[in-house]
């Protein structure tokens, strides 16, 4: 059974940072791309970054310039680093996997809260 185990969440000051963590126990073969979601209370799930295996990137607007996304395909494993926290990034991050195929794998997501 594969789990995506996250970590590095927490309560941060604006302005401060974290790094988020989010690793493949378990063998995934034939990961295409990694990415994060956020989603906040009352709100829809948002895809935040993503990065294919090749290493291309994509960020949503509202966190361009701040956030961070890398993988190790080695590892199975995806990293997110965000700087610059704003109370309206507070949410539950989600990491996702996706094999070649289409096939998704999610993690248990992973809370920050930042405060003003």
């Known amino acids: 059974q594969v789990q995506l185990v996250e970590s590095g969440g927490g309560l941060v000051q604006a302005g401060g940072s974290l790094r988020l963590s989010c690793a493949a126990s378990g063998s995934i073969r034939n990961i295409n791309s990694m990415a994060w979601y956020r989603q906040a209370p009352g709100k829809q799930r948002e895809l935040v970054a993503s990065?294919?295996?090749?290493?291309?990137?994509m960020y949503t607007d509202s966190v361009k310039g701040r956030f961070t996304i890398s993988g190790d395909n080695a590892k199975n494993t995806v990293y997110l680093q965000v700087n610059g926290l704003k109370p309206e990034d507070t949410a539950v991050y989600y990491c996702?996997?996706?094999?070649?195929?289409?096939?998704?794998?999610w993690g248990q997501g992973t809370q920050v809260t930042v405060s003003s």
């Open positions: 996702r996997f996706r094999t070649y195929w289409g096939g998704d794998y």
């Open positions: 990065i294919t295996r090749g290493g291309s990137t």
